[in-house]
């Protein structure tokens, strides 16, 4: 089982909808967590982090995060051609022997589509 | 501030040379990482410091890979000899702490042939 998993995509939604994406991880004790936006040919940039159980809205966008099912989300709403890239669930594998390690997904491609 | 300031963006050379990719992380920032990314793995944590001390390097692939950091503003990746499989973006990045965001690099663009 892969440390963090996500849907590798492409996710394609119209303008103007809610994309979904989602992320499971292996530890549970993992504390931190994270998604990043990566355009094609450039690095990750982050969009939100998200420490606690519940939301965390920032503008269009809403991270969601449930540790006993050890899943995190990241919503879009009102979805742009703009917000068409990869993104990245990243997860903060501490504390331990491993502190500060910091596990990426493979990345969800998504398409808006005009 | 400038950012993660890493170099070169790109850097092509052939099989068995040696190569060096530098990183300058963000000023006041206590961890570096150094990660590669491809197709088919995607992002792939090599080497992690804490205050200049590497903290875990499981994944580097092989005794080809090391890296070292002598001071708080500047850290190196290479590998000794390259192999076409080591084509790949190398990332470099930093963050405050343990819990940070992760502040990435522009990026260096391998090509092994």
């Known amino acids: 089982q892969k440390e963090v998993e996500q849907n590798s995509g492409p996710l394609s939604v119209p303008e103007g909808a809610i994309a979904s994406l989602n992320c499971t991880y292996s530890?549970?004790?993992?504390?931190?967590f994270f998604w990043y936006r990566q355009y094609s040919g450039k690095s990750p940039e982050l969009i939100m982090s998200?420490?606690?159980?519940g939301d965390k809205e920032d503008g269009r966008f809403t991270a969601q995060l449930n540790k006993a099912s050890q899943y995190v989300s990241l919503l879009i709403r009102d979805s742009q051609p703009s917000d068409s890239a990869t993104y990245l669930c990243?997860?903060?594998?501490?504390?331990?022997?491993?502190?500060?390690?910091?596990?990426f997904g493979q990345g969800t491609t998504l398409q808006v589509k005009p | 501030d400038a950012g993660v300031i890493q170099s070169p963006r790109h850097e092509v050379t052939e099989m068995g040379q040696e190569v060096t990719l530098r990183c300058k992380p963000i000023?006041?920032?206590?961890?570096l990482f150094w990660y590669r990314q491809t197709m088919m793995r995607g992002l792939e944590l090599l080497i992690y410091?804490?205050?200049?001390?590497?903290?875990?390097d499981s994944g580097m692939p092989e005794d080809r890979f090391s890296a070292k950091m002598p001071n708080a503003s500047f850290s190196t990746l290479k590998i000794q000899p390259s192999e076409p499989r080591d084509s790949a973006v190398y990332f470099c990045?930093?963050?405050?702490?343990?819990?940070?965001?992760?502040?990435f690099g522009n990026g260096t663009r391998l090509t092994v042939t």
């Open positions: 998200i420490y606690s159980n």
């Open positions: 990243a997860v903060g594998m501490w504390p331990g022997s491993n502190t500060g390690k910091l596990i």
């Open positions: 410091f804490n205050n200049n001390v590497p903290i875990d």
């Open positions: 000023s006041g920032h206590d961890y």
């Open positions: 530890d549970r004790g993992s504390q931190s």
């Open positions: 990045a930093s963050s405050l702490t343990a819990n940070s965001p992760l502040h």
